[in-house]
């Protein structure tokens, strides 16, 4: 798999040639177009004929042939079900025998079942969140409105809140209309919506992933990991010891990795990790200050690194009602940089993730597999940066 970590900046240069990135270890390293019919080739490989690898009639006397599964097997020096996997989209394929496959099929320009190729196009990106009452989810579709007034493309945005109870429903709405590709937010995908959009060849980009159903799903992120860590260094060098940290939901990718930088901030400073001192919020205000509340009843807990800046301010709630003041008696720190961060009071110390970027990045994305390219990178991270504002200060002794 394919990653690549970007700042803000290389966001133009980035996925139309720019300079490549850095592939960043750990856990800030992670739609084929195509289509048309494919009973013909199928056909061919069932019967063990190769087609010739020429798409034209050299004489011009006859219509051009397609390229079957098996001339690409052949060619690529692969078998014929390794073919028929990169075709279907199936996940258990080295990433260079994929690479060989996937540049033989568009050389060969062979059609996939489902293609939308050929089609007119719709004009028209679909972009489905996990749910639009947050800031955040504004700064993402900022992102992506902007490349798509700059294509002349429209975009149609729907919410999903229901998880896994249809696991096919939204999938099977947007293959009933018209459209040119998904862009999907912060919301869980399952193998079979996936295998849904596939099979219709409708371009998919997945933003801040829940979870990754298949490593090869272009993705666009930001470093995580890199960014609690940041919070956590940031606190422990101002002399907590006793820091306290809220989430988001215990499965999402993007919690998972910020916890993992928070402890390994605790262990490179010799500091041990206190599960008592750990809390999995929703990353809303009313997570914050439930979670807030808790942790504050702890006791000797004197900072607290909240995973989004809304569950910060839920944390600045849980504060004021029990009197204390920030940053003299706790010090927050945040993740997001949300605009509002700046005129809280007082202003929050948080992550700064370029969130209109990575939606831009993924309409760019979305943008080249809509017309054939396969992405020179298959996931895309953007740096994080510590935005030190007035909620954090040195821990008062004595």
């Known amino acids: 798999m394919l990653s690549e970590t970007r700042s803000g900046t290389d966001v133009a240069a980035g996925l139309l040639g720019g300079k490549d990135g850095e592939s960043v270890p750990g856990m800030d390293a992670s739609p084929n177009a195509g289509g048309g ?32 599964l098996a001339a690409v097997a052949a060619q690529a020096g692969v078998s014929l079900p390794t073919v028929s996997k990169v075709v279907n989209g ?11 496959v996937e540049h033989l099929l568009g050389e060969l320009k062979y059609q996939r079942p489902g293609s939308r190729r050929g089609r007119n196009r719709a004009g028209l990106v679909d972009v489905v969140f996990n749910g639009l009452d947050s800031p955040w989810a504004v700064e993402i579709l900022r992102g992506i409105e902007d490349w798509c007034a700059s294509q002349q493309m429209g975009a149609a945005v729907s919410a999903v ?10 999938t099977g709405a947007l293959a009933r209309h018209d459209t040119d590709g998904v862009i ?4 869980e995908l399952t193998m079979p919506q996936l295998r849904q959009l596939r099979s219709e060849g409708i371009p998919l980009v997945v933003v801040d992933p829940v979870n990754l159903p298949d490593p090869d799903l272009p993705s666009v992120g930001a470093t995580n990991w890199a960014g609690g860590m940041a919070a956590a260094d940031h606190l422990l060098g101002l002399g907590h010891t006793r820091v306290g940290v809220i989430t988001g939901p215990a499965d999402y990718l993007c919690s998972r990795a910020r916890l993992a930088g928070y402890r390994s901030a605790l262990e490179r400073a010799g500091i041990p990790y206190d599960p008592a001192l750990v809390r999995h919020g929703n990353f809303y205000h009313e997570g914050g200050f439930e979670h807030g509340n808790e942790l504050l009843e702890v006791g000797d807990v004197t900072a607290i690194f909240a995973g ?8 600045y709630e849980a504060a004021r009602r029990r009197g204390l003041r920030i940053p003299q008696d706790l010090s927050v720190v945040g993740f997001d940089d949300l605009p ?7 202003p929050l110390t948080t992550v700064r993730q370029p969130l209109s970027e990575m939606g831009q990045v993924a309409a760019q994305m979305l943008g080249e597999l809509i017309e054939g390219v396969q992405p020179r990178s298959r996931r895309v991270e ?17």
């Open 37 to 68: 019919n494919g009973r013909v080739a199928r056909g061919a490989a069932r019967r063990g004929r190769q087609a010739p690898l020429s798409t034209e009639d050299p004489g011009g006397s006859r219509p051009a042939r397609r390229p079957t």
């Open 90 to 100: 199936h996940p258990d394929v080295a990433p260079e025998t994929r690479m060989r």
């Open 161 to 170: 809140r229901h998880g896994n109870a249809r696991p096919a429903s939204w």
């Open 184 to 187: 999907l937010v912060t919301s």
């Open 308 to 315: 989004s800046d809304q569950q910060a301010l839920g944390v």
């Open 340 to 346: 509002a961060a700046r005129w809280v009071s007082p």
């Open 382 to 398: 953007l740096a994080t940066e510590l935005v030190v504002r007035e909620s954090t200060a040195h821990k008062e002794t004595g």
